[in-house]
């Protein structure tokens, strides 16, 4: 039976398949993308019933096309911690692995569900997912170093980093190839160590955006929100969601967006709730056309500029 994977762009997409295909080598059809482009399900054929692993994408998203491939004969493996929707199906060949908790991500369930195998990629991803506190207890318990810590940190936002953007063509890499670069290494710190091209690259395009970010101006603020605007700029949308990141890790007890302009004129939106009160952010976003996400981290994808300053008032009140 032949093998899809379908996973999200960021580093807990990335980190879970390279966890799922260390422990299980199998040949198989990757499907992935930008991170914001989740509804990746549907991209699997219908032709022949095939084996389906589903990593970090909202089952709320794709029920449609999950439904589907049941309904063919085709099995599904899925592994999220986004919001799910709705009762999940019934189905002898349907798998789950659940968890909406903001204290979780999908690399730490694929973690649990092989026993730990290859730990470090699980809390390269969790850095990578701005769980902080939890990849640090996490890398304690390990018995890392501090200065690993901090290197399997980079790695994640990095790797984080590299899915954001509006296209493929905005990212330093696609995320297929990225967890192909990065697979052939069983312990992240094997890749740091060995320093290979796309790592470097990676690193000092993030570097580079990360600097550009911290320089952009203030849209609006107050006491319980801090709301940054970005141009429509490659630079920018690569940034924008780690850029995110670091705004809520300064101010953790303001919620943080990231306001990026779109060439149609409306905006692309990256919403953190503050990092003392990790919920509300799917919820504010999901007042929005194209908004979701689970309840630390959540973003809309085209905010119609004419609803630019009702955003920003619902984001001044939500947290306040």
């Not at 499907?31 to 990593?55: A, F, H, W, Y």
């Not at 850095?127 to 290197?151: I, P």
């Not at 319980?224 to 007890?253: C, F, I, T, Y």
């Not at 004129?265 to 929005?288: H, K, M, W």
């Amino acid at each position: 039976m032949k093998t899809y994977d379908v996973f999200n762009g960021d580093a807990d997409g990335v980190c879970a398949l390279i966890q799922l295909h260390l422990a299980h080598p199998v040949e198989s059809t990757l499907i992935t993308g930008v991170k914001r482009d989740i509804e990746l399900v549907r991209q699997v054929p219908l032709s022949e019933q095939v084996q389906v692993n589903i990593l970090d994408i909202s089952l709320d998203k794709n029920r449609g096309a999950v439904d589907a491939l049941l309904s063919i004969g085709s099995r599904v493996f899925y592994v999220d911690h986004h919001f799910p929707g709705g009762s999940l199906p019934d189905h002898e060949r349907f798998t789950a692995l659940i968890d909406t908790q903001p204290t979780t991500c999908t690399s730490l369930l694929v973690d649990r569900h092989l026993g730990g195998q290859f730990h470090n990629w699980a809390i390269t991803a969790a850095f990578g997912d701005n769980l902080n506190a939890v990849a640090e207890a996490l890398a304690d318990k390990a018995g890392l170093t501090t200065a690993q810590t901090e290197s399997l940190k980079t790695l994640g936002v990095c790797i984080n980093y590299n899915g954001y953007g509006s296209t493929v063509e905005d990212l330093h890499f696609h995320p297929a190839d990225l967890y192909r670069e990065f697979v052939k290494f069983e312990d992240p710190l094997l890749l740091i160590e060995s320093q290979p091209l796309a790592w470097q690259k990676l690193r000092g395009g993030y570097e580079a955006d990360m600097a550009n970010g911290l320089a952009a101006p203030v849209l609006a603020e107050n006491n319980s929100s801090l709301v940054v605007q970005l141009p429509d700029e490659p630079w920018a949308r690569r940034v924008s969601g780690v850029l995110g990141n670091e705004l809520a890790n300064r101010n953790p007890d303001n919620a943080c967006a990231i306001v990026t302009a779109k060439a149609d004129g409306n905006y692309l939106v990256s919403i953190r709730a503050p990092l003392n009160n990790r919920t509300g952010a799917d919820e504010l976003a999901r007042q929005f056309p194209t908004g979701g996400g689970r309840e630390a981290a959540a973003g809309i994808n085209s905010l119609p500029a004419g609803q630019l300053n009702e955003f920003l008032t619902v984001m001044a009140k939500f947290w306040s």
